[in-house]
């Protein structure tokens, strides 16, 4: 398809585990952003990438979250020993260019669940 | 700290009628600020966005608009339709927020039949 995809669309794992989640962009999209949506709360942005430059990784909530984007397209996010709040829906969003009047598409998410 | 809160997390309308989805931010900053719908187990789309030079901006039946002074926003959808129903999400951005766009916690919308 033409949009966003994401994979896994569902994770459950174990606290203490190490997990990748997977982003697909729409091609030809020099930006991608992921955010986090916890139960209750809003998107919260977590790290923007825009062509080669070097990623805003603001939003990161710890030095357990990392992300990485290879060859401008495919982006993963790893978060190592999951914890129990790191359970929300991750979404992973593109536009053609950087900037705030770019429409951003969004993926799916994919749901983490930490047991 | 939440820059952009909905305060209402849901919101019943009868069909054809209006439907009024409130968004507030504390940010002066800001200066784009958009609105996305959200249907189960898909992501935000995009539905309309106003930037601070306008108060309002139309798009067929969606409407938003901005009171600066009062830090609000809000989106009007006339009439309404069941095909509405969804979870609206509204979102900030600009000033010295960097690449950051702030979203509020959303507001689902039912549109009775």
């Known amino acids: 398809g033409a949009g966003v995809s994401q994979s896994p669309s569902n994770k459950v794992t174990e606290k203490g585990k190490d997990v990748e989640l997977r982003c697909d962009p729409i091609?030809?999209?020099?930006?991608l952003y992921w955010y986090r949506q916890s139960l209750g709360q809003g998107l919260e942005f977590l790290i923007y990438f825009q062509g080669n430059s070097a990623p805003d990784k603001s939003g990161l909530p710890s030095d357990r979250f990392s992300a990485e984007r290879t060859g401008g397209s495919v982006s993963t996010l790893t978060i190592q020993r999951t914890q129990q709040e790191d359970s929300a829906v991750y979404l992973c969003?593109?536009?053609?260019?950087?900037?705030?009047?770019?429409?951003?598409?969004f993926g799916p998410g994919t749901r983490l669940t930490v047991l | 700290d939440q820059q952009v809160k909905q305060n209402s997390p849901s919101l019943s309308v009868q069909e054809g009628r209006i439907s009024i989805l409130n968004c507030d931010y504390t940010?002066?900053?800001?200066?784009?600020f958009l609105w996305y719908k959200k249907y189960p187990a898909e992501g935000p789309t995009f539905l309309i966005s106003i930037s601070s030079i306008k108060d309002k901006n139309e798009d067929g039946r969606f409407t938003v608009f901005l009171n600066k002074s009062a830090k609000h926003l809000s989106l009007h959808i006339v009439p309404s339709q069941p095909g509405d129903s969804a979870v609206y999400f509204c979102a900030a951005s600009g000033g010295n927020t960097g690449n950051q766009f702030y979203f509020g916690t959303g507001t689902s919308l039912t549109v009775i039949p």
């Open positions: 969003a593109s536009s053609l260019r950087s900037g705030f009047y770019n429409e951003q598409f």
């Open positions: 091609s030809g999209h020099t930006a």
């Open positions: 940010n002066s900053m800001f200066d784009y």
